[in-house]
């Protein structure tokens, strides 16, 4: 069976530093894979993704994440964060060849920028 | 263009209630997913509707149902209502035949208390 596993619930950063949210997966099949993030009271947003093209996806906010198949991960990263990033970012996953399919979600990590 | 709609935004029941709630999907979009969202948790699939029909079901119990109407909405039904059903319920939209692109799209969601 598919799933996600993020690694980490709350990761703190300092604004200006790496953000660094770690997500492995696993999966019989080539996967399709996301980053999602919620902002408080609100419904979820596609950060990026990744579907068997480039292995490094760049997404919207300046995030991108890197699918490494050897070592089933595909962890987010922004190389400065803002105020702004402090929100829930989920990891999922997909089968691939079905767009609409189910998506299966991590337990999310809780991002939080130190001033 | 208005995106994922849902109503009503926050809804309170007993123990034991029936409860409905809505979604109207992206234009252009004709496959509804339905997500449960306990708190500090991750989305779980609940189910879709593709063509008014359930297509896919996620490990849930008979008590929620669903149904899709021929302008595409959606709504979702849960009866017996207990504690633990107590969450935010997303809506997601996808055209379900269009395999390149991908993305689903998110409602702001519902939450549901249950007292």
């Known amino acids: 069976a598919q799933s996600v596993t993020q690694l980490g619930s709350h990761v703190s950063v300092s604004e200006g530093a790496l953000v660094l949210l770690r997500c492995n997966y696993s999966?019989?099949?080539?996967?399709?894979l996301f980053w999602y993030v919620q902002y408080p009271n609100q419904g979820l947003q596609l950060l990026l993704k990744?579907?068997?093209?480039?292995?490094l996806v760049k997404g919207i906010n300046g995030f991108e994440a890197e699918f490494k198949k050897s070592e089933t991960s595909f962890h987010l990263t922004k190389p400065s964060a803002h105020m702004s990033d402090a929100a829930e970012y989920f990891c999922?996953?997909?089968?691939?060849?079905?767009?609409?399919?189910?998506?299966?979600f991590g337990s999310g990590t809780r991002l939080s920028i130190r001033p | 263009d208005a995106g994922v709609t849902q109503s009503p935004t926050h809804l309170i029941k007993t123990r034991g209630q029936q409860v409905t709630l809505r979604c109207s999907p992206k234009?252009?979009?004709?496959?509804v997913s339905w997500y449960q969202q306990a708190l500090g948790q991750g989305p779980q699939f609940i189910f879709q509707?593709?063509?008014?029909?359930?297509?896919q079901r996620g490990n849930f119990p008979d008590r929620f149902s669903g149904h899709q109407f021929p302008n595409y909405s959606s709504e979702l039904n849960v009866n017996a209502l207990l504690l633990g059903d107590s969450a935010l319920y997303l809506c997601?939209?996808?055209?379900?035949?269009?395999?390149?692109?991908?993305?689903?799209?998110f409602g702001p969601g519902t939450r549901l208390t249950v007292t």
């Open positions: 999966s019989s099949v080539p996967p399709y």
């Open positions: 999922a996953v997909s089968p691939s060849g079905s767009s609409a399919s189910k998506i299966i």
């Open positions: 234009s252009g979009h004709d496959t």
């Open positions: 509707y593709y063509e008014e029909e359930e297509r």
């Open positions: 997601a939209s996808i055209r379900g035949q269009d395999t390149r692109s991908y993305e689903q799209y």
């Open positions: 990744y579907t068997s093209a480039a292995t």
